[in-house]
C-alpha cells in the first residue's frame, strides 16, 4: 500500500515545509485517538532531538495530544531508543519521538512508538494516515476532558542507569580512553555522563548543539573529527552517535572506522560464546557484506536478511525469534535489552568485550574482510526504474555478477534517492556495473 505520510521510519521531511504544525496537530489528533483504549487517564510521552524545528513541531503535537483528551509529558532532547524505553516504564499509551535522525537540521520527524515501547506497525500507521484525512471535529475532548501537559524531570538519570545495567555486573571501563561524538544530538547528555560514571576517562566532541548544527561534519555519518580526535588524544575507541543516537559507528585506536556490520558480528560472537544467542543466527538486511554472512556460517551462525530498514529487521527478529539484528549503517537492535535500535547501549557491549579480552578494539571489531561494496544514490522524480533502458541495464548486470556477487537497487524510504549498490570480489567489475546503472538511471531522471 502506498502511503501518503510514512515512510520507513516513521514521517520525516523539510521542517515547516512537509512536517508543519498543521501535520503535527493532525498526527497528534488521530494517534491520539487510536490509542485510547480503557476508561482511564491517557497518557503520551514526547522526546526530541535538539534541532530549532524540534519546539514547533513539539507544540503542535502536543497540542494535539490534549485537544482529543490526552495528557502529554514532555522529556525534551533524548535518545530515540530512551524515549522507547521511557514510553514502556512509564506506562505510557504511545511515545512520541521528534527527529529527522541523521538528515541535516533542516528537516525533522515524527517517530511513533506502542505502549510496549516498539515502532509502530504499518498497519497502525496506515489507520492513523485513514484518520488523519478524516474530520475528527466530533470526536475531540469537551472542555472538562482536555488533557493537560508537563515537562518532566529525572528521565535522563533513567536512561542511564538503564543503559549502565546491560552491562555484566561490576564491570567498570576503568582505563579506557573513551572519545564520543554526540552529532550535537539528542545524547549530548546522557552519553558522555554514562561513560564517566562507567569510569572510563571519555573525550567529548559534538556536545553542544545550538539548533543548527546537528550532524553537521560530526556524528556517525561524518566521523572524520571522531578519527582526527581519537588519533590526537591517543584514545583506545571512538564512539559516533547519529542525531537521535539510535545508530553508532566506532573508530578504533588506529583511527579506522568499524562499521555495523563487524559490530554484528562482534556481539553474535560474543553472546554465542556466552549462551545468550536465542537461536543460532542473526538478521541482517539485504545491504549487509556478503563476509558478514560466510564469516556467520563459519561459527555455525545464519543471517537471516530483510529489507532495508531497522523496523523490518526487528519484524523479523520478533516474528522468527531472533534477539540480534541490525544493519551495516549502524542500526543494531538487541531485544534482550531494548525494544528499537540503541546506538549506545551497541557501544557498551563492544566495550564491555574489549574489557573481557583485554585486546585493543582493532584486534575485538575486526572479525573479517569486507568483500568489495559500492554504493551510489541517484536523486529521481517520476519513476526511473521502470524505465526500459534502466531495466536492460540491470538485467545485463545480474547476468555478469551471477555467481560473483551482489546487486541492491532500491528507493530509499526517507529521502528521493535511489539507491545502488553492488558487491563482490572483483572490485573493477563492481565499480564499472554500479557506474553503468548510475549512468542509466541519472539520464532517465533528467527525461
Known amino acids: 500500500m502506498v502511503r501518503k505520510y510514512f515512510g520507513t521510519d516513521g514521517i520525516r521531511g523539510r521542517a515547516n515545509g512537509v512536517i508543519t504544525p498543521e501535520l503535527a496537530l493532525k498526527v497528534g489528533q488521530a494517534a491520539g485517538l487510536l490509542f485510547q483504549r480503557g476508561d482511564y487517564r491517557h497518557r503520551v510521552l514526547i522526546g526530541k532531538d535538539t534541532r530549532l524545528s524540534g519546539y514547533l513541531i513539539e507544540n503542535a503535537l502536543t497540542a494535539g495530544f490534549v485537544s482529543v483528551g490526552l495528557d502529554v509529558f514532555l522529556v525534551g532532547p533524548m535518545p530515540t531508543p530512551a524515549v522507547a524505553m521511557l514510553t514502556r516504564s512509564m506506562r505510557a499509551d504511545l511515545g512520541v519521538m521528534i527527529s529527522a535522525s541523521h538528515n541535516p537540521y ?4 515524527i517517530k511513533l512508538f506502542g505502549p510496549d515501547g516498539y515502532k509502530l506497525s504499518d498497519e497502525f500507521e496506515s489507520k492513523i494516515e485513514a484518520m488523519m484525512e478524516s474530520d475528527v471535529s466530533r470526536t475531540l475532548a469537551k472542555s472538562p476532558d482536555l488533557g493537560r501537559a508537563k515537562r518532566i524531570e529525572g528521565v535522563h538519570a533513567r536512561y542511564i542507569e538503564f543503559a549502565k545495567r546491560t552491562l555484566p555486573r561490576n564491570l ?10 554526540c552529532a550535537h544530538g539528542a545524547a549530548y547528555r546522557v552519553a558522555p555522563e554514562a561513560l564517566w560514571e562507567l569510569g572510563a576517562e571519555v573525550i567529548t566532541i559534538g556536545a553542544e548543539p ?39 559507528v ?59 530498514g531497522d523496523r523490518y529487521v526487528l519484524e523479523h ?38 574489557k573481557k579480552h ?23 522524480k517520476g519513476k526511473p526504474l521502470e524505465n526500459p533502458r534502466v ?31 553492488g558487491e563482490g570480489d572483483d572490485r573493477a567489475l563492481i565499480e564499472g556495473i554500479v557506474e553503468e546503472i548510475v549512468e542509466a538511471l541519472t539520464q532517465a531522471a533528467a527525461a
Open 106 to 109: 533542516d528537516d525533522n520527524g
Open 250 to 308: 566506532l573508530v578504533d585506536e588506529r583511527g579506522h572506522l568499524v562499521d555495523g556490520d563487524q559490530l554484528l558480528a562482534v556481539v553474535a560472537e560474543s553472546c554465542k560464546e556466552e549462551g545468550r544467542l536465542a537461536k543460532p543466527g542473526i538478521v541482517g538486511t539485504v545491504m549487509c557484506n556478503l563476509a558478514l554472512e560466510r564469516h556467520l556460517a563459519g561459527l555455525g551462525l545464519k543471517l537471516e536478511r530483510t529489507q532495508v
Open 358 to 380: 583485554g585486546k585493543p578494539v582493532s584486534e575485538v571489531c575486526q572479525r573479517f574482510e569486507p568483500l568489495p561494496q559500492v554504493m551510489k544514490n541517484v536523486r529521481y
Open 317 to 354: 527478529m520478533r516474528e522468527h525469534g531472533y534477539n540480534v539484528g541490525g544493519e551495516p549503517s549502524g542500526h543494531v537492535i538487541l531485544t534482550d535489552f531494548t525494544t528499537t535500535g540503541d546506538g549506545f547501549v551497541t557501544a557498551l557491549q563492544v566495550l564491555a568485550v574489549v
Open 391 to 421: 531495466s536492460a541495464t540491470i538485467a545485463d548486470a545480474e547476468k555478469r555478477l551471477s555467481g560473483k556477487g551482489r546487486l541492491v537497487i532500491r528507493a530509499s524510504g526517507t529521502e528521493p534517492v535511489i539507491r545502488v549498490m
Open 210 to 248: 545550538n539548533g543548527f548544527n546537528i550532524n553537521k561534519e560530526c556524528g556517525s555519518t561524518a566521523p572524520q573529527a571522531l578519527i582526527r580526535k581519537v588519533k590526537e588524544m591517543r584514545a583506545d575507541i571512538g564512539i559516533a552517535l547519529d542525531g537521535d543516537a539510535d545508530r553508532v
Open 172 to 181: 567498570e571501563l576503568e582505563g579506557l580512553r573513551v572519545v564520543v561524538d
